[in-house]
């Protein structure tokens, strides 16, 4: 499931998506380490394996999905 597909069908989960997001950055940060599209998405799959409602789930792995490409498109290895 690529981000774009699923942002096409769950327009709804946008803010959920940039409040998941959001709450990453200030996370990381809080750590002291590299605001990053790596460190986001390890942080996020930690994140995920928390118990939380189906809705939620479903806007994480957006999220997640969002920055792997991200990571695809403008990644410099």
Known sequence: MKSSDTLD?????LPNVKLILGKAVVAV???GRAINT????EYLYVVQ???MKPDDRVALKTAISVLNDN???H???
């Open 9 to 13: 069908w769950y327009p709804s989960l």
């Open 29 to 31: 940060g809080r750590q």
């Open 38 to 41: 790596r460190t986001l998405i």
């Open 49 to 51: 394996k928390r118990k």
């Open 71 to 73: 990571q695809l498109k």
């Open 75 to 77: 990644g410099h290895i």
